[in-house]
């Protein structure tokens, strides 16, 4: 006998109550997660209908008492059953419960009151009202003449500025409106979050490469998992524009992922220029109103190419044909909470129930989906040319030891301090990169050594100017003082390198140049970040320094010099994928430079010049990188040639979650007695950042060239240690596919 887990509402509170419900043996074989069904529900048992969930073999109440499904309902929509088996693909790959990955999935139903809009408009011929207006004049009836006054200047006015410039009242307007001298007519306006979007169409030509991608997707009747691998610059979103026309035309629709930190208005207007209203854009910064208008502007079909991060991948739209990723290889499509899925995989799954494509699109792709296209499960596009034919920029690599040896202490090398001049001096803009905000990196007494630590979470807090400490991880912040609290001398200093220090060098070094700061903290406000790119576009300074938030996908034909501070500041993140974050990082940056007509020139500072992914990030060589970050993670064991699963055991008590972490990698390890092919066990041990928030962390990972292992794993281990007493006083987080380590 099966049983089937039911939700009868989607709403987001009744995610939680579920109902079980024996299957008919004539049902089985056709209820699975997804099935929309009838149910008898209630006292006087009426007849509504449900999704299943989840099918199972056990009853979880007296089966006595579990009423039985009556039928299956064909699924006309077909869009929430789809959202569903999503849910339990996420639930299977990820983790985490069914609900929480459900929440993740379905659209908010909570409907907000949408905006209605009255307007009003003239019912009698422009002839008439003007007769009216000189006859309503010599009657000195002041208010109606402004009224038609306006209307005839303006043609259709918003009620609210008919009131405000006639002066008349509601009444008024409506006697005027039985009389059919005007009407008022109701439209529902939804509100707009990028404003009111005026931009032109550049429509361009295609070039040969581009063209030929455009004819190899429509030689394969616009199905497949495509990898779309083009420099900085070779012209990648004019290909997404012209593979959302070919998918419209053929009346479905697209989801475009954009990492959220760079959907700007930049971005956004070149879909705009090409497609319109049929826009829907969801980003984190709407406000509940704006983000519940473009669900339903996406649910009613209005709009059909919706935008956003990540969380746009669940967007409901019946004739999904394309999902298009872009800057595939951000850690921005991995999601931090469970269920901790990753866009890429999850795409490529909705894209199969809907019978669409993926189209994942970056210069420097992550090393697992080059892999992949490499062994022929993605399609691999290539572009190696800029659209405009300029050149990619003249990369010069600075040993800052030379620099140092030859008593250059400023952060600034002699070379980039003469190009900032030069670049000056042209009136050209430039862009100054460093991976780290504050003042400085940490602050230590220079006495005795000791490193001010944030009291909740394992890190040291980074100093920001005037007098402040704070910790990046919480947020928790204390004042400066010089005084060290372990050996009471008053040499506590702040150490290293941070933007805002980098900043007050540049006003020392070029007192005449404007520069710009562009990093977490001066971009808390909503449309700060478009704020300064807009401003910095516009000319309005001459230096825009900053951290990995500058580096995206913006095009700034002004731009002429990239310098990077430290380039391997974020190389010692010990982690396997610290050298691939490093190259991405680098080449975005240089791609910044030179995209007009004027050439580019990029200044790439580091203590490491012979690091590889360095060097090639200096040569612009994908290709160098890959061979040899490669063979690097084959011989370590690390994805794609091998698969990963973290295991996160946290807890507010040390002691606790060490004991659990042991007792895992004891199960676990049983588990793996005598098997020929045994998955290797890590751990456990503290974590990278061993306490955040108060909260203790251990980690344990496991590694297998199966991925399915590891899943069946999980799926075994999962439900042992969730009801367990064992495990009580600790969380346990599985996540499948760390993008970073813990
Ligand atoms: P990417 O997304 O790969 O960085 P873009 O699509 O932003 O590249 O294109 C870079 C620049 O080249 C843009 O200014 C764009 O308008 C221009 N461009 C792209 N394709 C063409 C083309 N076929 N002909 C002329 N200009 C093009
Ligand atoms: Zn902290």
Redesign the pocket.
Known sequence: VLYADIIIDISHEALDKVFQYRVPFSLAEETAPGTRVKVPFGKANRIVEGYVIRVSEKADYDPGKIKEIIGIVPDQHGIESQLIKVAAFLKKQYGGSMSQALRTVLPVRKKMKLKKQITVSLMIPAKEAESLLAFWDKRHYRARVRLLELLLKKGDVPYEEVRNTSGLSRKALEELSRKKVICMSESVRYRNPFGNLDVED?P????EE?QRIIDDFRSRNNLGTFLLH????????????ALIEIILSQKKQAIVLIPEISLTYQTVS?FYGRFGDRIAVINSRLSEGERSDQIERIQTGEADVVIGPRSALFAPLNHLGLIII?EEHDGAYKSEQTPKYHAVDTAIYRATLAGASVVL?S?TPSVESYEKALCGEYILWE?KK?????LLPETKIIDLRDEFREGNRSMFSRELKEEIRRCLDRKEQMMLFLNRRGYAGFVSCRSCGEVRKCPHCDVSLTFHRPQKLMCHYCGYEETFDKVCPVCGLAHTAPFGLGTQKVEAALYQEFPEARVMRMDLDTTRKKHAHEKILQSFEAGQADILLGTQMIVK?H?Y?NVTLVGIIAADLTLHGQDFRSAERTFQLLCQAA?RAG?GDKPGKVIIQTYLPDHYAIRNAALQSYQGFFQEESVFRACMHYPPYSHMMAILIQSGREEDAKIAGERIAKMLSNTQQGKKDPVAILGPGPARIAKVKDIYRQVLYLKHTSGEVLLNLEERLAPVVEGHPMFEKVRIQFDYEPVTLY
């Not at 361009?204 to 070039?207: A, I, N, R, Y």
């Not at 800029?386 to 300029?390: D, I, K, V």
Request: charged residues 20%; glycine residues 22%.
């Open positions: 550049c361009v030509t295609l070039h581009q083009g420099v900085t610059g070779s012209g990648k979103t004019e290909v997404y524009l070149r872009d699109g210069a572009m800029r659209a405009t034919g300029a996908g095009d034909p791609g995209r």
